[in-house]
């Protein structure tokens, strides 16, 4: 590809670097999360994810279900990809009884889906605070309860849940695990082998101390997933994440931290953003890689 | 005033509690940040705090300086008024030499300001990264600078600086320090007297262990400002602050935690909130002396 006839998006700006092409090895760790690319079907997204040249999808349990967790798995298998994560357990921290019980089977279900895909993490959103109820210690201490209930049934099946501490821009309703720290104050409650965190650059980048605490993270670090911090930010929060490059994160500062500790997994990207998912989501995977190849990759 | 006549704003919902009235002794403490009320000048805030039955205005800098600074004093005065903050200081973390000396020169002037005021503290704002720079630790560094080098003339000046960490929300742009953690690891760094923190509910109620950071902090609480986390985030998230009562925050909590380390100041009232700002400012006010009799009073 020209590098002057490419043009980012969604910025629309001219693409800096060439894209790299199916089979540079630069691409080798880059892992597409289906969410980048809404609008792509699971299968299209296997299909763009492969064209590419990338080894690697993120995938979620909705639209694996509506194929089928056998025909997902068949077409992963048959593609070459492998699964990096599977999104997403959690939302534990309800505190009614039946809608607790609810919660576990639907977990219980979600790694039995990530040991048939055989997905390197199954990503906890941990989830927020029940309607009406100010207790957030409370909810973080359901979330502690729900992973320890889970572990076994993980450990049986060779499944590792990945903790994912969120910005605390979604403490209130969707994660109350806040920082890295915490999430691996938690995790550090179970073995190694059966609980993780997940990394994520969006979520932990303001966080303070938190190259030391990715370096204390070490060999529990399950994921690593990259996409920036802009401002202002989206009307939408749950849409406000922006292609690497276009915020305020320092990817290489970050990256070489979770290299150091020891990282050797798939990156994800993972960008849910109403103007990403506008654009063709050939254009999005190449912007992606570029991105990726220029500011990530190298610090790997 | 009869309960079922009052409505509190901006919910529209009846009110659950009296509105104190003036000589109340529950209001003792209670504050008006005149930005909660900011279609208000300042002669109307001051007149609005003290018709409420107020003992306490937070005052901001622009407005003071419109009517010039003796003349805001002597109002201040003459209404009976403490100065529970004077936002802002801070904005300090800019890398431009020129640009830096700006910055210093203008927190020397509000550090003025302040003790003209003898407001209790000077409220510092850090700043966020400077246009195009990604060096988050770099903004941290620069602020502890600037605090040190401002503290000499503060303290000559019997002014107690107040580093406000903000929520993670506003790292990129406005305030990189972050946590109350990282807010007192600096200003332990300097004398008590000279240098504080400012407990805000809405900056810090999802931070973990703030409990006990808010007993390590003790002294050097220098403000505690309250308002709420409301979901959905509006839309602009400066204005995304709600009324007490009206979100996510364990007002109860924090307030016993704040109470405990010792707190004897005012309790400011501080929302940026569009609705709350449409709505007329002695509701307003009614609504705000309502809920802090209820959520927050009780447990000081």
Redesign the interface.
């Known amino acids: 590809m020209i590098v002057d006839q490419a043009v980012d998006v969604p910025s629309g700006l001219p693409a800096t670097v060439p894209t790299p092409a199916p089979g540079d090895p630069r691409l080798a760790r880059l892992s597409l999360n289906q969410r980048t690319t809404a609008s792509w079907s699971l299968r299209e997204a296997i299909d763009g994810a492969v064209a590419a040249g990338l080894n690697a999808i993120g995938l979620w349990r909705e639209p694996v279900g509506e194929v089928g967790l056998d025909t997902a798995r068949s077409w992963v298998a048959d593609a070459g990809l492998r699964v990096s994560s599977l999104c997403r357990g959690g939302f534990f921290t309800v505190s009614d009884p039946v809608e607790r019980a609810a919660a576990l089977s639907s977990n219980r279900a979600a790694i039995d889906e990530a040991a048939a895909l055989e997905a390197s993490t199954l990503v906890l959103v941990p989830g927020g605070?029940p309607a009406g109820d100010?207790?957030?210690a409370g909810a973080?201490s359901r979330a502690v309860d729900a992973i320890a209930e889970l572990v076994p049934y993980a450990q049986e099946r060779g499944v590792r849940l990945g903790i994912e501490p969120m910005?605390?821009?979604y403490?209130?309703?969707r994660g109350v695990v806040?920082?890295l720290?915490?999430a691996l104050?938690i995790g550090e409650q179970f073995p190694s082998d059966a609980v993780g965190v997940v990394v994520d650059t969006f979520h932990l980048?303001?966080?303070?101390g938190v190259t030391e605490q990715i370096r204390r993270a070490a060999d529990r670090i399950v994921s690593y997933q990259v996409c920036d911090?802009i401002?202002?930010?989206p009307?939408d929060?749950l849409l406000a994440r922006g292609m690497m490059g276009d915020?305020?994160?320092?990817f290489p500062e970050l990256t070489s931290a979770v290299a150091a500790a020891g990282y050797h997994g798939d990156v994800e990207v993972e960008i849910f953003n109403a103007d990403v998912w506008a654009a063709p989501p050939d254009q999005v995977v190449a912007t992606m890689a570029r991105r990726y190849v220029e500011l990530v990759e190298p610090y790997l």
């Open positions: 605070l100010k207790d957030l973080r910005n605390p821009i403490a209130a309703d806040s920082t720290a915490q104050d980048w303001w966080e303070p911090w401002t202002p930010l009307v929060t915020g305020h994160i320092n």
